[in-house]
């Protein structure tokens, strides 16, 4: 069963520090993996796309790293900042003689303090 | 460029109501998939269409119904509403045409209570 799984389900920081998030996936055949950004009622919005041969990705303070053989990404976020309070989705796709499909992640709730 | 509009929203209705929420895609995509999330949890796909046909389901009863129009944006249909049908609706499109790094947009969301 294609599955994605997030950890931890919450997190909690001080302005300032760094963390890391994780996504380990099930989806087979694999096609790319995505890592959004969602603020509490609003639409995810795209952090980073990575294939199958990619291992690091960065979009400015965020950085994604995939690991196909293990099955696992992690996405690390530098120097957080208050906005960067928000639930982060690990979204893992496949194709079939459909298109592509999405099998989302729960989402890592991660609050920054000041 | 406009990206994925959704309408309305925020609405209220009522046990056993119906509900249609519609989604204008990103210019250029022709593929529109529609995702529920309920609070604190991760999106859940209840349908794709891509020319103007429900192409893929989820798990989710016939109550769920949906439309694409030629000109791609959709519609999203739910009949005799449950309380548990209180969610954010996310629609999301991409284009059929992309390979394997195809974007998938979203839009702001619609956000329906069931009283």
């Known amino acids: 069963k294609n599955q994605v799984e997030q950890s931890p389900q919450s997190l909690i920081i001080l302005e300032g520090k760094n963390c890391t998030l994780q996504?380990?996936?099930?989806?087979?055949?694999?096609?790319?993996l995505r890592w959004y950004k969602q603020d509490t009622g609003r639409g995810p919005v795209s952090l980073t796309i990575?294939?199958?041969?990619?291992n690091t990705k960065s979009n400015g303070r965020y950085t994604a790293t995939l690991d196909a053989d293990t099955k696992q990404s992690s996405l690390h976020i530098t120097a957080s900042q208050l906005s960067d309070s928000a639930s982060y989705i690990c979204?893992?796709?496949?194709?079939?003689?459909?298109?592509?499909?999405?099998?989302f992640g729960p989402g890592t709730r991660l609050s920054v303090l000041p | 460029d406009a990206g994925v509009t959704q309408s309305p929203t925020h609405l209220i209705k009522t046990r056993g109501q119906q509900v249609t929420l519609r989604c204008s895609p990103k210019?250029?995509?022709?593929?529109v998939s529609w995702y529920q999330q309920a609070l604190g949890q991760g999106p859940q796909f209840i349908f794709q269409?891509?020319?103007?046909?429900?192409?893929q389901r989820g798990n989710f009863p016939d109550r769920f119904s949906g439309h694409q129009f030629p000109n791609y944006s959709s519609e999203l249909n739910v009949n005799a509403l449950l309380l548990g049908d209180s969610a954010l609706y996310l629609c999301?499109?991409?284009?059929?045409?992309?390979?394997?790094?195809?974007?998938?947009?979203f839009g702001e969301g619609s956000r329906l209570t069931v009283l």
């Open positions: 210019s250029g995509h022709d593929t």
């Open positions: 999301a499109s991409s284009s059929s045409g992309q390979l394997n790094t195809g974007e998938l947009f």
């Open positions: 990575m294939t199958f041969s990619e």
């Open positions: 979204v893992v796709s496949f194709r079939d003689n459909y298109g592509q499909n999405f099998v």
């Open positions: 996504c380990n996936y099930t989806v087979s055949p694999f096609s790319n």
């Open positions: 269409y891509y020319e103007e046909e429900e192409r």
